[in-house]
């Protein structure tokens, strides 16, 4: 079950095709470019706040990423010494960085300079093509990695300008139309359902049960090993909670009652005078107008959709809501065993894709032919938006952080976070999984993050 | 499994005998006092930190818990109508309150005037006894809880007043020999081992198993219902951590080393310079001295015994100690189904005692005779120190918080902090057991914390 | 005019009689003792905020003076070695102390510790009596300085209180009946002026005047060497601003109008949510009962007679206040000069002395017959409220610190400080002088500050 | 002595010429353009900490006063509505305005959108030279505002724009060599002075003086009324103290000696670990290399020249410096006569321009002949460094703010900042003179600021 590749000689869960992976990663690569074509060169290096990145820093540090784990073990020497300082993130084992709140800082390197960077180290990549001797096993490892690793940091470019964005009282527009190119156009019309799904409770037995990747592809160490666990019977819910519904527990002073939260999250709500999510713009229970409610999105500010999965709720309006629905979140364990049959079923869901077209969450549309053949499996698990569970993020039986500076990817950061699962809309289409463990502390906001209710059965 | 007592109409998984409650709880008022014995009224009256209470606000708060809910729905108006606003800690559900970070200002009401509180309070709950038509189910119930809750509070009490007195230069004894009350009289001299346990690791087989409380004494809510879980094997310490051994962490440059760390605990060591854990007074590994490390105690400052488990560690030092030591801490459940053999084999472990004696933990010494007999057995379940478990506090599945305000007890905690088991030597008698569940933030290092491992088999 | 006494072998602006200064000390420390009487041990060992002390500190602080510049020299060892540690308050000369904000974690040493510390150096200080070899000059000049230090912490040590049990929701009182002995009596009727003195405008000349302290008595090396200041025209209030007539500013928005307001003040007005001065209970201009304004004093909650003066505000406030009367504050040398015209008239203003009676400002009465006599002379000058200047705190042409540690006693506040004059009904009557110079930050407001108006001519 | 124009109707202490103001005005808006030629779109839009502004904030907020206080009572409407929300300062009288610690988050508008904003708004000043009629003496005064508000801007923005690559691990170079247009270049030689002129103390007769602007030409109004002032005797210092003498101060231990510093100086020294001053690279006495140290400036990082003036000192280490020295710093009173000197007999000394070049103070070489003749009279009075003052920034005997939005200009600053005075190499040459008035909190060390000495005489 677990896959021992000799990859630098390290223990890791994957094994690369030494064959294409150089090309798979440069494909990766120019889907990054693309997400930046509509931006301007201030955009890209202003940070809006700590847990965010200045675009370019998220372009600069993805190519160190490769330079530094890839081609300087082949001997090749850095561009640059000081990108070595500049573009690490956390990696300790690799030596000092600046620190994270600073790097808005960075005017220099410009923008022009980190995408030389970036042309310069993809050439060095590009050469190994030619050179399949120098691809081994284990250099095929690092580059399926970093391939994985730039797919993540796509998604956080993504989150991190429109926080940016957001912060402004102008609201632009991330995404223009590519036929017109012209700045603050209409965004594109909703793809609004023409009638909701209704929400209907899928029943799970409990019992012993498997979770955890199975390989051969690629998956994080923190997915592995696959192990078993006990469930009691449970329910879960067909589809994610919409922006409607969740405007019926604001106008019902959701955000007012403190027996519907976490202590903690009480004290988040009355912190940040909390009154509706992250990128409504009305403002809370008194001033949210019922019939025509507003948000901020990648295509600027729009009605919204009352159809549309809520999102950019943090876990504590996760588990608020939940309780006032009389219901709770999944764990995680439950999660991807409700996932899982929807995959058998051969139901991956309407996966939204970063690079081809849809960055918010769509609504599910009743389709009474499809509901009858579907019945039993939840919609909109992958690609739709972050789906908080109820566990905190914990090793797995067994767990062994890949070995070296790799071995910080994802083991030191257990503790303090909470579990989300099955991609966001914002999500590169095939970094979905649904063993995916993503984590995010109770207060995050700005990640495309949403609700599915489950209830012990 | 799930008792539904009538008590106030609500929720409980226990049930009380009417015929002696009201006895027990004068008992163990009785015991509270005790432990303020040797305090000046200025001890009583400080607030060392946000998250530490001044013994004075202890002694009231528990005092308004019996008058809240005890004797209001009796119909028995309050002594005076302040108290509520001033004693009240979190119950969101009985209205508003004194803010926690500015219990220490109350200078008034006295400490004298608290005593008289609960003098008056306690004389209304002794008339219960006399009028034995007034303890309903309901009310018995809601005694219950309030002496447990006193319980608590009176190890809340011991640890606020060690911490108190670990900031202060003079380092004053909180404990006075009984026969002289002379205050900083010599401790009492180290009751060490002549030599130490050897560590030794229990194994246990994978497999479903059963955690969670199982009637019919008394227990808290967030410790049922009793439910299955899946267990990989592994073993378990047989014994905890001891001071000589982390010592031998220190020495090794265990703060040093971030590779040890996960990353919040790595900032939480840089951001505050910890060397060594708190109350070991010689400051880290340059300066501790191996051959007499100091530490402070309730009985102040005294060399330490090397054989003496480790104490007052948070999680974060808990986790890297584990990790240094190529060992982890053990999952709640793991640890659970350890301390059930142990009290299957009669063998719950020398309960250290707040009301009688002992004020800190003590060594476990080698005893070939009962070593043989006892093999297989972990020792210094309950009553020692808190054991940090690698797992966040969440609700068991099916989990039903009490309603009403006491369901404010638990349930509103559940996330952010880990999960601590087993008792401390500041935990009353029976209030320690194996289903137990303790929490706080994997900052807390105030409380008596300590270390055991665990391994995967 | 610049004294030099041989105290020490350092310069000093001030010459003692070695005859009388023990008697006059040990008088001066009765009256300490005397302004604790009324106090819980509790009430001495709280510390309400970083800028207060509790009222043990000050009582050991100033005893410490003594002994560390008085005894100490004459080689009598300390009483305690810890001492010096934990009481030294700034004086970075004489070694390491406990830090500030800390001082009411130390419940120990107990009161009852400080008052037989208290005891010890009185005795040791009453020997000097019996030994007048002993008190040369150098010794007579330290006994006066601590004599006035220990005056100075009088008035802090009323003011600490106020503020500890400002913060009370019981808002207890400090002061009791002296018959009566009993705590929250009634307070002592308010002395209300029958009618108030009409606000006139005292007009002075401008050109060359002096200002600065001429020997011989007493005087802080800040408030020497006395020099010639050029002053234009001015006038000057014949009074102090009264409640009433602040809080008309009040009910006129005057907390609402930033032009009216320093942007530092307006910042902190947001910044504190401020509506009314700090001790007026009703919360601001839409709360206020303009028909009965409730106060916090040291005899506990009472209407407020609109006649007193205001008290308690900050010199943002005072500022604000000014600008809104279409006036503005006196500078120092202005307001000296008006005070000796009075001083010279033989009008020092009745003073409230902290010993004997007075702790709040009182109004000043009509009365025709002085009125005239008085045409002229401003009342209340000393003694009432301590009247915010627009001088910020710096030294005088000239200015020598004094030698040594004592060379820390007032110059190294010279920045950031806004000089106050005139003394309060806190402080004790041979301590207010028309030269001496209070300083504190403009945004203070725990100290009983008040408002003179002034104007261009 | 005081003009009142009947600009706006309103108060101001100047009169402009309506025939040429509309061309100076273009003509310093040139200039200010000049500033940013050498910047990328990039470094115009970050804000390095909340005291300074992204460039590209000044450049419109400077467009944006000229739009709001000339162009809108003309009656021509605004470019864009939100610009007055978004380039507001502080301006309360004309409306809310977006937080100065977020102006770092506006990548939109973009600089491209402000340098249009800047010539739409040049284009309908331009028209104004066409159309005499409309420059009333009310426009010509608030453009007078205008222009020297731009100027004080173009330092602001070269302080800031200093600081932000100062906190660049890359230390990029502002400057370009103009030949070349090649960046990082090598900075221009320094013009060290071949042997320093000694310093000298020269001397002032105490009595009556006047300071403060005599009209007619531009002055802020706080420096108005020109007033009389009694000095005592002093002497002040023939030049600044050099970056090789405050060398020695460090070297000395000069940020070790608490008792060289002001208690709140000290307390910053520790918390931000100061050892010396802003932009020195080699960290304090125990690394600064004496025989080379290095500092980061306009050129990016070069040796520093012993003889060239110290700058970017706070104020706290002006005045340990000075206690240092057995000197203090300067009233501004005293400053300004020795400057007036200087200038009545015709030595302005050589303004440094940032127009023209120097972007750092340089040394005063020994010329023994014109030292003879200027025996006397200070050198480097203005456009060197800004000098610290021991004066607490006031309003003067009858200062009068401009009426109306313009009188926030100034005077809602006058407390908790000191004066400065001369002007540095970054000021504007025509914006020097010697009645100016900066001000800046004694913390501040980001300006170009210095120290020269005084002492009594």
């Given at each position: 079950?677990?896959l021992v590749?000799?990859?630098?000689?390290v223990?890791?869960?994957w094994?690369?095709?030494?064959g294409?992976?150089?090309?798979?990663?440069?494909r990766?690569?120019?889907a990054?470019l693309?997400?930046v074509?509509s931006?301007?060169?201030e955009?890209?290096v202003?940070?809006?706040?700590?847990?965010?990145?200045?675009?370019?820093?998220?372009?600069?540090?993805?190519?160190?990423?490769f330079?530094r784990f890839v081609l300087r073990?082949?001997g090749?020497?850095?561009?640059?010494?000081?990108?070595?300082?500049?573009?690490?993130s956390?990696?300790?084992?690799?030596?000092?960085?600046?620190?994270?709140?600073?790097?808005?800082?960075l005017?220099?390197?410009?923008?022009?300079?980190?995408?030389?960077?970036?042309?310069a180290?993809?050439a060095?990549?590009?050469?190994?093509?030619?050179?399949?001797?120098?691809?081994?096993?284990?250099?095929?490892?690092?580059?399926?990695?970093?391939?994985?690793h730039?797919?993540?940091h796509?998604?956080?470019?993504?989150?991190?300008?429109k926080?940016?964005?957001?912060q402004?009282?102008?609201?632009?527009?991330?995404r223009?139309s590519?036929q017109?190119?012209?700045r603050?156009?209409t965004?594109p019309?909703?793809?609004?359902?023409?009638?909701?799904q209704?929400?209907?409770w899928?029943g799970f037995?409990g019992?012993?049960?498997?979770?955890?990747?199975?390989?051969p592809?690629?998956?994080?160490d923190?997915?592995?090993?696959r192990?078993?666990v006990?469930?009691?019977?449970?329910?879960i819910?067909?589809r994610?909670?919409?922006?409607g519904?969740?405007?019926?527990?604001v106008?019902?002073?959701g955000?007012?009652?403190?027996?519907?939260?976490?202590?903690?999250?009480?004290?988040?709500v009355?912190?940040?005078?909390?009154r509706a999510?992250?990128?409504w713009l009305?403002g809370?229970a008194d001033e949210v107008d019922?019939?025509?409610?507003r948000?901020?999105?990648l295509?600027g500010?729009?009605?919204?959709?009352?159809?549309?999965?809520?999102?950019?709720?943090?876990y504590y309006?996760?588990?608020a809501?939940a309780?006032w629905?009389?219901?709770?979140?999944?764990?995680e364990?439950e999660?991807?065993?409700?996932?899982?049959?929807?995959?058998?079923?051969?139901?991956a869901g309407?996966?939204?894709?970063?690079?081809?077209?849809?960055?918010h969450?769509?609504?599910?549309?009743?389709d009474a032919?499809s509901?009858t053949?579907?019945?039993?499996v939840?919609a909109?698990m992958?690609?739709d938006?972050?789906?908080w569970?109820?566990?905190?993020?914990s090793?797995?039986?067994?767990?062994r952080p890949?070995?070296?500076?790799?071995?910080?990817?994802?083991g030191?950061?257990?503790v303090?976070?909470?579990?989300?699962?099955?991609g966001?809309?914002?999500?590169?289409?095939?970094?979905?999984?649904t063993t995916?463990?993503n984590?995010?502390?109770?207060?995050?906001?700005?990640?495309?993050?949403?609700?599915?209710?489950a209830?012990d059965?």
């Open positions: 079950m677990r590749a000799p990859a630098l000689g223990y890791a869960p094994v690369s095709d030494p294409t992976i150089v090309s798979r990663v440069l990766t690569r120019r990054t693309r997400l074509e931006l301007d060169a955009d890209l202003v940070q809006s706040m700590p847990d965010a990145s200045p675009a370019k820093w998220h372009l600069a540090h993805c190519t160190w990423f330079e073990p082949l090749i020497p850095p561009l640059r010494d000081e990108y070595d300082y500049l573009f690490n956390y990696y300790e084992a690799v030596g000092a960085r600046h620190p994270r709140h600073a790097r808005g800082l005017t220099r390197p410009t923008a022009f300079e980190v995408f030389e960077y970036r042309r180290i993809d060095r990549l590009g050469d190994l093509e030619g050179t399949p001797d120098l691809v081994t096993a284990e250099v095929a490892t690092a580059l399926e990695l970093g391939l994985h730039e797919e993540q796509q998604e956080l470019l993504l989150t991190d300008i926080h940016l964005f957001g402004n009282p102008l609201k632009p527009a991330y223009i590519p017109t190119r012209v603050n156009s965004p019309p909703l793809e609004s359902a023409a009638s909701l209704a929400l209907r899928l037995d019992g012993v049960a498997e979770i955890g990747h199975a390989g592809g690629f998956s994080y923190n997915e592995s090993p192990h078993k006990y469930l009691a019977p449970f329910t819910a067909s994610l909670v919409t922006c519904e969740y405007l019926a527990f106008l019902d002073g955000y007012l009652q403190n027996d519907l939260w976490l202590s903690e999250g009480w004290s988040w009355n912190a940040h005078k909390k999510p992250l990128y009305d809370g019922p019939s025509a409610p948000i901020f999105t295509d500010v729009r009605a919204f959709d009352p159809n549309e999965p809520v999102c950019h709720v943090s309006e996760a588990d809501y309780r629905a009389r219901a709770r979140l999944p764990t364990a999660w991807e065993v409700a996932a899982e049959r929807g995959r058998n079923a051969g139901l309407g996966i939204n894709d970063a690079m081809s077209g849809h960055l969450p769509v609504a599910v549309a009743r032919a509901e053949s579907r019945s039993g939840p909109q992958l690609g938006v972050w789906e569970t109820q566990s905190a993020y090793p797995y039986p067994g767990f890949l070995d070296g500076a790799f071995g910080e990817y994802n030191k950061f257990m303090s976070q909470m579990v989300l699962r099955g966001s809309c914002a999500t590169p289409r095939d970094h979905a999984r995916y463990r984590f995010f502390p109770p207060g995050a906001e700005w990640q495309f993050s949403g609700i599915r209710l209830r059965a």
